[in-house]
C-alpha cells in the first residue's frame, strides 16, 4: 500500500490545519491507521489512530480535545483535523498503515509510511 500525505503548511498559534492521507494500492478499510510525527531533534511520536470501521478513535494526551482523526473508506483516505494549534506542534506528520490487525503506537510496528508533511506553527 502507498500513502501520500498532504496539507501541512504554517499557521499561527491558534490556527487550523486538515491533513489527508491518501492511500493507493489496496484498500485500507481494514486497517489501523496512524498519524505520527516527529520534531526536530525528537523521536517520532503517536498521535492518533482509528479503527478500520473508524468506530474507534485514540490521541496521545496533548492533541485531546484539539485534533481529530478520521476516515472515508470510499475514498481511501484518513485525515486529522488539527484545532487550536500551538508551537509545540510544530514538526512532520506521517501516516502509517497497519495491516496486522493490531492496535499499535509504537513506530516501530508499523511497515507502511507516508512521506510526511510539515506542519510550522508559530507563536
Known amino acids: 500500500v502507498q500513502l501520500q500525505a498532504s496539507g501541512g503548511g504554517e499557521v499561527q498559534a491558534g490556527g487550523s490545519l486538515r491533513l489527508s492521507c491518501a492511500a493507493s494500492?489496496?484498500?485500507?478499510?481494514?486497517?489501523?491507521m496512524t498519524w505520527f510525527r516527529q520534531a526536530p531533534g525528537k523521536e517520532r511520536e503517536f498521535v492518533a489512530r482509528i479503527s478500520g470501521s473508524g468506530h474507534m478513535a485514540d490521541y496521545t494526551n496533548s492533541v485531546k480535545g484539539r485534533f481529530t482523526i478520521s476516515r472515508d473508506n470510499a475514498k481511501n483516505t484518513v485525515y486529522l483535523q488539527m484545532n487550536s494549534l500551538k508551537p509545540e506542534d510544530t514538526a512532520v506528520y506521517y501516516c502509517a498503515a497497519d495491516i496486522t490487525g493490531n492496535w499499535w503506537t509504537s513506530p516501530n510496528m508499523y511497515e507502511y509510511w507516508g512521506q510526511g508533511t510539515l506542519v510550522t506553527v508559530s507563536s
Open positions: 494500492g489496496r484498500t485500507i478499510s481494514r486497517y489501523t
